[in-house]
């Protein structure tokens, strides 16, 4: 009987863990412009926040700011860190953006 329910309870365990490991699938980020349309995103896809009046954060994200379109010159600012369910407009008006997941 203690066999069977060591058995269990490593089995509940790494159900667990199986679980918890998984990402969010789908879009990450909807942008929402001045014209009224939308769009959604994926981490790491560089995007322009000319027109952008919101950002909505389904997950939790760390956002660097750039100032070139492959978004490889960053800011001198400090990565800004978003909580799932955030929705605030654009630290800037001008310029470029990547998201990535936060750091562990």
Known sequence: M???SFYLLVTAMALME???AQTFKGPQFVLFYNTGKGK???YDKC???????NILYRVPATCQYYTD???????????????AGDKAPPKYSKGFV???PPPK
């Open 2 to 4: 203690k066999a069977l």
């Open 18 to 20: 199986t679980v918890s």
């Open 40 to 42: 959604v995103l994926i």
């Open 47 to 53: 995007f322009s926040v000319e027109n952008v009046v």
């Open 69 to 83: 379109m492959t978004c490889k010159t960053p800011t001198p600012d400090y990565p800004v860190p978003h909580a």
């Open 98 to 100: 990547k998201c990535s």
